[in-house]
T-cell receptor
Framework: GNSVTQMEGPVTLSEEAFLTINCTYTATGYPSLFWYVQYPGEGLQLLLKATKADDKGSNKGFEATYRKETTSFHLEKGSVQVSDSAVYFCALSSYGGSQGNLIFGKGTKLSVKP | SAVISQKPSRDICQRGTSLTIQCQVDSQVTMMFWYRQQPGQSLTLIATANQGSEATYESGFVIDKFPISRPNLTFSTLTVSNMSPEDSSIYLC??????????????FGPGTRLTVL
């Protein structure tokens, strides 16, 4: 079945460091791919998305490219800030199951130190 | 986008009791969903809340345990019935706007953190 595998955390970085959070997926067909972020004490927010191969999603300095050949959607940011400390979830939309079913990775907790 | 609120934000309950969680959206939406996020785990879809008809449950979730109401296009409730400590989780509702601009995106509420003693 469809699944998402995400890099395990926690990840601790210093401010201005480069960030990569790996995400790979298994899916039939052509799913859409998402990164959601959950800041402390808040709900999930969509960070970025890509709906087809080679699409690049970007937002707030974060980027991820939909790589069908490697079934990956790695999240990157060139220079992290303390305010980026949060849990990041990779997800895909599954058309094989119920309409609108999002399948999530386990989440990666990022802590950025000043 | 959509603004989603949930009540209560958190609760501590005794085993064997039931809790009803409310989800309110600031606009009419067709698709509403309920997810569970167990401690240290990712989110799992419980069911799709259908307006005017019974909810559609995912494998492993049943209506007797998680009854859902969807009386209109802006509101839904999820009840966690006959609770046990294993039901301790964060419960989140989400909506899909169904517009081309937000195609396939889901917007999430802040979640309800439930602890069952």
């Amino acid at each position: 079945g469809n699944s998402v595998t995400q890099m395990e955390g926690p990840v601790t970085l210093s401010e201005e460091a480069f960030l990569t959070i790996n995400c790979t997926y298994t899916a039939t067909g052509y799913p859409s791919l998402f990164w959601y972020v959950q800041y402390p004490g808040e709900g999930l927010q969509l960070l970025l998305k890509a709906t087809k191969a080679d699409d690049k999603g970007s937002n707030k300095g974060f980027e991820a490219t939909y790589r069908k050949e490697t079934t990956s959607f790695h999240l990157e940011k060139g220079s992290v800030q303390v305010s980026d400390s949060a849990v990041y979830f990779c997800a895909l939309s599954s058309y094989g199951g119920s309409q609108g079913n999002l399948i999530f990775g386990k989440g990666t907790k990022l802590s950025v130190k000043p | 986008s959509a603004v989603i609120s949930q009540k209560p934000s958190r609760d501590i309950c005794q085993r064997g009791t039931s809790l009803t969680i409310q989800c309110q959206v600031d606009s009419q939406v067709t698709m509403m969903f309920w997810y569970r996020q167990q401690p240290g785990q990712s989110l799992t879809l419980i069911a799709t809340a259908n307006q005017g008809s019974e909810a559609t449950y995912e494998s492993g979730f049943v209506i007797d345990k998680f009854p859902i109401s969807r009386p209109n296009l802006t509101f839904s409730t999820l009840t966690v019935s006959n609770m046990s400590p294993e039901d301790s989780s964060i419960y989140l509702c989400s909506v899909e706007l169904g517009t081309s601009r937000h195609y396939n995106e889901q917007f999430f509420g802040p979640g309800t953190r439930l602890t069952v003693l």
